[in-house]
């Protein structure tokens, strides 16, 4: 069996994050998104994944290239055009053939799913396909399943309004398909998988759902994905990680779940946690506080910051008492100096050097 990750998107809603890599390549606890899903796969004995792949698709050939560090192997597909999720399906039956049943798993979906089960079910079910759904608490922004009593979708409505849902179980973007849904492809491009197929396998009867109900996180916006991070700590290191190699002073105060990973150094006097992941090779100077925020790899912040819910890019230096409040989001190799405030949901682009205190809540720093 083989499996096709969908990791071509502009990722437009994580910017300033995904404006230097691609969001397949964010990292969940310093791993990044497609690593989990290779596992997840290879623990269903998956071992033959095709990446559909566009922007920016040579930072993904050049993490992962052929699979074989990760025990798979990996085959890529570029669009030359933006397809949708739906058209790669096509493009690839064209390049490669598809002529068994095959898995579909978006490339920004954290998910710790059994897929052995999922296939079981799909083969009890005898179906052209079968979606993944997922409880959610706003219906709004995905697409809406309703089961009959044999688990047969018989109602799909694509981000309906929230007091319109007929339902709150959500497609959560890992599908089962057999060959014959890709004649249910339109041949225009692009075409989406909620809006040009899953309606017409509702109508024809042949789409199941399996309910899943564990760990799951589409990384749509910077809330999300700081989100899936705090939730997948809480899930796998409930009473906290720290890398054996990590340097923390004896008077730091680590209030646990953190993680903290390879090579950190965390200096005299700072207080760190609950739910920060600190990514490898961090430098958190003395008399810092950190809580409920991602540090990614190879930033430095410097004495007496404070950080708070927030997200910090790769390599960046933060200055000395600079305060970073709730709802920030800094993207890579971005440089503040000494003594700055940065307002609630304030956004800074890569590669800034920001010498000024951010006054105005959400402001976008070009």
């Known amino acids: 069996m083989k499996a096709i990750t969908l990791a071509g998107g502009f990722s437009t809603r994580l910017r300033p994050l995904t404006l230097t890599k691609p969001k397949p390549l964010l990292t969940v606890l310093g791993k990044p998104l497609l690593e989990w899903i290779i596992n997840m796969l290879k623990q269903a004995n998956i071992n033959e994944i095709i990446f559909s792949v566009r922007y920016l698709s040579h930072a993904i050939k050049s993490r992962f290239g052929s699979g074989i560090d990760y025990g798979v192997n990996i085959e890529y597909v570029e669009e030359d055009k933006p397809l949708g999720d739906a058209g790669p399906l096509k493009l690839i039956s064209e390049k490669i053939g598809i002529d068994t049943t095959f898995i579909v798993?978006?490339?920004?979906?954290?998910?710790?799913?059994?897929?052995?089960?999922?296939?079981?079910?799909?083969?009890?079910?005898?179906?052209?396909?079968?979606?993944?759904?997922?409880?959610?608490?706003?219906?709004?922004?995905?697409?809406?399943?309703?089961?009959?009593?044999?688990?047969?979708?018989?109602?799909?409505?694509?981000?309906?309004r929230r007091e319109e849902a007929p339902s709150k179980l959500a497609n959560a973007g890992i599908y089962v398909f057999e060959p014959e849904v890709l004649k249910y492809i339109p041949e225009k491009t692009p075409s989406k998988l909620g809006k040009d197929v899953?309606?017409?396998?509702?109508?024809?009867?042949?789409?199941?759902?399996?309910?899943?109900?564990?760990?799951?996180?589409?990384?749509?916006?910077?809330?999300?994905?700081?989100?899936?991070?705090?939730?997948?700590?809480?899930?796998?290191?409930?009473?906290?990680?720290?890398?054996?190699?990590?340097?923390?002073?004896?008077?730091?105060?680590?209030?646990?779940?953190?993680?903290?990973?390879?090579?950190?150094?965390?200096?005299?006097?700072?207080?760190?946690?609950?739910?920060?992941?600190?990514?490898?090779?961090?430098?958190?100077?003395?008399?810092?506080?950190?809580?409920?925020?991602?540090?990614?790899?190879?930033?430095?912040?410097?004495?007496?910051?404070?950080?708070?819910?927030?997200?910090?890019?790769?390599?960046?230096?933060?200055?000395?008492?600079?305060?970073?409040?709730?709802?920030?989001?800094?993207?890579?190799?971005?440089?503040?100096?000494?003594e700055v405030y940065i307002a609630r949901r304030a956004k800074i682009l890569p590669f800034k050097e920001v010498d000024e205190s951010i006054h105005s809540e959400g402001k976008i720093i070009l």
């Open 198 to 338: 899953i309606p017409r396998l509702v109508k024809d009867g042949v789409v199941y759902g399996y309910v899943y109900r564990g760990i799951w996180g589409d990384i749509g916006v910077p809330e999300d994905y700081l989100k899936i991070n705090i939730e997948v700590l809480k899930k796998y290191y409930p009473n906290g990680y720290i890398h054996s190699s990590a340097k923390i002073d004896d008077d730091v105060e680590i209030i646990h779940p953190v993680f903290i990973d390879r090579d950190v150094q965390v200096s005299k006097g700072s207080v760190i946690g609950p739910y920060c992941i600190i990514e490898g090779n961090v430098r958190i100077r003395g008399f810092t506080r950190i809580r409920e925020s991602l540090i990614q790899v190879g930033t430095t912040i410097e004495y007496g910051t404070l950080v708070v819910k927030s997200i910090i890019g790769e390599k960046c230096h933060i200055g000395k008492w600079v305060r970073v409040d709730e709802g920030v989001v800094i993207g890579d190799e971005v440089v503040v100096a000494d």
């Open 105 to 160: 798993v978006y490339g920004d979906v954290f998910c710790d799913i059994d897929l052995t089960r999922v296939v079981e079910f799909h083969r009890r079910k005898g179906g052209l396909a079968t979606i993944v759904l997922t409880e959610v608490d706003d219906p709004s922004r995905y697409g809406i399943a309703v089961l009959d009593e044999d688990s047969r979708i018989t109602k799909f409505i694509e981000k309906p």
